[in-house]
Protein backbone atom coordinates (compact mmCIF):
# COMPACT_ATOMS: atom_id res chain seq x y z
CA UNK A 1 0.00 0.00 0.00
CA UNK A 2 1.81 3.28 -1.47
CA UNK A 3 2.14 6.31 1.28
CA UNK A 4 2.86 8.56 -1.28
CA UNK A 5 -0.26 8.25 -3.74
CA UNK A 6 -1.82 11.95 -4.10
CA UNK A 7 -5.01 12.55 -2.74
CA UNK A 8 -8.17 13.65 -5.05
CA UNK A 9 -11.00 13.28 -2.33
CA UNK A 10 -11.85 17.52 -3.80
CA UNK A 11 -15.56 17.41 -4.14
CA UNK A 12 -15.03 18.75 -7.68
CA UNK A 13 -12.96 16.04 -8.59
CA UNK A 14 -15.10 13.93 -6.89
CA UNK A 15 -18.09 14.18 -9.08
CA UNK A 16 -16.46 14.40 -12.39
CA UNK A 17 -15.14 10.45 -11.63
CA UNK A 18 -18.47 9.27 -10.87
CA UNK A 19 -19.78 10.67 -13.92
CA UNK A 20 -16.99 9.80 -15.65
CA UNK A 21 -17.66 6.33 -13.93
CA UNK A 22 -20.86 6.24 -15.19
CA UNK A 23 -20.58 6.81 -18.75
CA UNK A 24 -17.43 4.56 -19.45
CA UNK A 25 -19.66 2.06 -16.84
CA UNK A 26 -22.32 2.26 -19.75
CA UNK A 27 -20.49 2.10 -22.88
CA UNK A 28 -18.91 -1.01 -21.19
CA UNK A 29 -21.81 -2.58 -20.90
CA UNK A 30 -23.00 -1.70 -24.58
CA UNK A 31 -19.27 -3.41 -25.39
CA UNK A 32 -20.71 -6.65 -23.97
CA UNK A 33 -23.76 -6.62 -25.13
CA UNK A 34 -22.29 -6.54 -28.51
CA UNK A 35 -23.60 -3.28 -29.13
CA UNK A 36 -20.12 -1.31 -29.47
CA UNK A 37 -20.91 -0.43 -33.09
CA UNK A 38 -24.03 1.57 -32.22
CA UNK A 39 -21.00 3.89 -30.28
CA UNK A 40 -18.86 5.00 -32.88
CA UNK A 41 -15.32 5.28 -31.08
CA UNK A 42 -16.38 4.10 -27.64
CA UNK A 43 -13.14 2.04 -27.53
CA UNK A 44 -10.77 4.44 -28.88
CA UNK A 45 -8.12 5.12 -26.43
CA UNK A 46 -6.96 8.47 -25.77
CA UNK A 47 -3.56 9.25 -27.17
CA UNK A 48 -0.84 8.42 -25.06
CA UNK A 49 2.13 10.22 -25.11
CA UNK A 50 4.39 6.91 -23.91
CA UNK A 51 2.33 4.55 -26.59
CA UNK A 52 4.96 2.86 -29.31
CA UNK A 53 2.75 3.77 -32.65
CA UNK A 54 5.24 1.92 -34.82
CA UNK A 55 4.78 -0.87 -33.18
CA UNK A 56 4.12 -3.78 -35.27
CA UNK A 57 0.62 -5.23 -35.43
CA UNK A 58 1.69 -8.68 -33.83
CA UNK A 59 2.53 -6.56 -30.49
CA UNK A 60 -1.08 -5.45 -30.15
CA UNK A 61 -2.53 -9.08 -31.26
CA UNK A 62 -0.02 -10.96 -29.14
CA UNK A 63 -2.22 -14.12 -28.28
CA UNK A 64 -3.12 -12.50 -25.00
CA UNK A 65 -6.88 -11.35 -23.53
CA UNK A 66 -6.59 -8.61 -26.05
CA UNK A 67 -7.75 -5.23 -25.99
CA UNK A 68 -11.25 -5.85 -26.67
CA UNK A 69 -10.94 -8.99 -24.45
CA UNK A 70 -10.25 -6.95 -21.64
CA UNK A 71 -13.00 -4.11 -21.70
CA UNK A 72 -14.99 -5.91 -19.62
CA UNK A 73 -12.36 -5.59 -16.68
CA UNK A 74 -11.99 -2.45 -17.61
CA UNK A 75 -15.74 -1.67 -17.62
CA UNK A 76 -15.92 -3.15 -14.07
CA UNK A 77 -13.29 -1.02 -12.65
CA UNK A 78 -14.76 2.07 -13.73
CA UNK A 79 -18.47 1.53 -12.84
CA UNK A 80 -16.68 1.23 -8.89
CA UNK A 81 -15.51 4.56 -9.36
CA UNK A 82 -15.94 6.21 -6.29
CA UNK A 83 -16.23 2.88 -3.68
CA UNK A 84 -14.30 3.16 -0.58
CA UNK A 85 -10.78 1.92 -0.06
CA UNK A 86 -10.98 -0.98 2.38
CA UNK A 87 -7.84 -2.93 3.26
CA UNK A 88 -8.28 -6.57 1.83
CA UNK A 89 -11.55 -5.59 0.31
CA UNK A 90 -12.66 -7.34 -2.79
CA UNK A 91 -16.01 -6.34 -3.39
CA UNK A 92 -18.80 -5.50 -3.49
CA UNK A 93 -18.14 -1.84 -2.82
CA UNK A 94 -15.07 -1.72 -0.93
CA UNK A 95 -11.58 -2.75 -2.21
CA UNK A 96 -8.06 -2.73 -1.85
CA UNK A 97 -6.31 -2.64 -4.84
CA UNK A 98 -5.63 -5.58 -5.83
CA UNK A 99 -8.94 -6.99 -5.00
CA UNK A 100 -10.21 -4.49 -7.47
CA UNK A 101 -8.47 -6.07 -10.30
CA UNK A 102 -8.54 -9.75 -9.33
CA UNK A 103 -12.35 -8.80 -9.42
CA UNK A 104 -12.71 -6.57 -12.46
CA UNK A 105 -10.80 -9.25 -14.70
CA UNK A 106 -12.88 -12.47 -13.72
CA UNK A 107 -15.76 -10.33 -15.83
CA UNK A 108 -13.11 -10.69 -18.58
CA UNK A 109 -12.44 -14.29 -17.86
CA UNK A 110 -8.80 -13.34 -17.04
CA UNK A 111 -8.40 -15.15 -13.60
CA UNK A 112 -5.64 -13.45 -11.38
CA UNK A 113 -4.54 -14.14 -8.09
CA UNK A 114 -5.67 -11.99 -4.76
CA UNK A 115 -2.33 -10.25 -3.95
CA UNK A 116 -0.35 -7.49 -5.95
CA UNK A 117 3.04 -8.97 -6.81
CA UNK A 118 1.49 -12.44 -7.66
CA UNK A 119 -0.82 -10.88 -10.08
CA UNK A 120 2.35 -9.19 -11.72
CA UNK A 121 4.07 -12.60 -11.78
CA UNK A 122 0.58 -13.93 -13.48
CA UNK A 123 1.18 -11.54 -16.64
CA UNK A 124 3.19 -11.09 -19.87
CA UNK A 125 5.80 -8.17 -19.07
CA UNK A 126 5.08 -4.94 -21.56
CA UNK A 127 7.04 -2.04 -21.92
CA UNK A 128 5.56 1.50 -20.48
CA UNK A 129 5.97 2.09 -24.70
CA UNK A 130 3.52 -0.95 -25.58
CA UNK A 131 1.12 -0.72 -23.04
CA UNK A 132 -2.64 -0.33 -23.98
CA UNK A 133 -6.13 -0.04 -22.63
CA UNK A 134 -6.64 -2.79 -20.01
CA UNK A 135 -3.15 -3.76 -19.17
CA UNK A 136 -2.04 -3.59 -15.72
CA UNK A 137 0.42 -0.93 -13.99
CA UNK A 138 2.15 -1.51 -10.95
CA UNK A 139 4.72 -0.01 -7.95
CA UNK A 140 7.41 -1.53 -6.66
CA UNK A 141 9.54 -0.22 -4.37
CA UNK A 142 13.08 -2.24 -5.77
CA UNK A 143 12.25 -2.67 -9.29
CA UNK A 144 11.02 -6.47 -8.97
CA UNK A 145 7.92 -8.88 -8.47
CA UNK A 146 8.96 -8.96 -4.34
CA UNK A 147 8.99 -5.07 -3.96
CA UNK A 148 5.41 -5.12 -5.42
CA UNK A 149 2.78 -2.58 -3.09
CA UNK A 150 0.27 -1.08 -5.64
CA UNK A 151 -1.51 -2.18 -8.58
CA UNK A 152 -4.04 -0.30 -11.04
CA UNK A 153 -5.87 -0.75 -14.65
CA UNK A 154 -3.92 1.15 -17.55
CA UNK A 155 -6.96 2.97 -19.09
CA UNK A 156 -4.57 5.01 -21.89
CA UNK A 157 -3.44 8.70 -22.27
CA UNK A 158 -1.15 7.78 -19.24
CA UNK A 159 -4.66 7.59 -16.56
CA UNK A 160 -5.32 4.44 -15.02
CA UNK A 161 -7.83 3.14 -12.41
CA UNK A 162 -6.79 2.14 -8.86
CA UNK A 163 -7.88 1.82 -4.91
CA UNK A 164 -5.42 3.87 -3.31
CA UNK A 165 -5.05 3.78 0.01
CA UNK A 166 -7.67 3.93 3.21
CA UNK A 167 -9.24 7.39 3.75
CA UNK A 168 -10.06 7.49 -0.65
CA UNK A 169 -12.10 6.03 -3.18
CA UNK A 170 -11.44 4.06 -5.84
CA UNK A 171 -10.15 6.81 -8.67
CA UNK A 172 -8.92 7.56 -11.76
CA UNK A 173 -5.26 8.77 -11.48
CA UNK A 174 -2.25 9.90 -14.21
CA UNK A 175 1.22 8.70 -14.32
CA UNK A 176 1.91 12.54 -13.56
CA UNK A 177 1.02 12.24 -10.39
CA UNK A 178 2.18 8.83 -9.28
CA UNK A 179 4.12 6.84 -12.26
CA UNK A 180 4.08 3.04 -11.83
CA UNK A 181 7.63 1.25 -12.79
CA UNK A 182 6.45 -2.24 -13.83
CA UNK A 183 3.78 -3.45 -16.60
CA UNK A 184 2.06 -6.28 -17.58
CA UNK A 185 -0.88 -7.70 -19.97
CA UNK A 186 -3.40 -10.76 -18.62
CA UNK A 187 -3.58 -13.34 -20.22
CA UNK A 188 -6.77 -15.31 -20.79
CA UNK A 189 -6.52 -19.00 -19.43
Known amino acids: MPDRIPDDDHPSHQGRCTLRGALVAVVGAAVIVGTAAAVPGALADPPDPAANEDAPAEAVADGGAGARGLEPAVAFAMGH ?3 AYALGGDGPHHWDCSG ?3 QAYRRAGVRLPRIAADQYRATSRVSRKALRRGDLVFW ?3 GRASGIHHVGVYLGGGRYIEAARPGTKVRISAFSRYSPNLYGRPVAR
Do not use: E, M
Open 81 to 83: VGD
Open 100 to 102: LVQ
Open 140 to 142: SSD
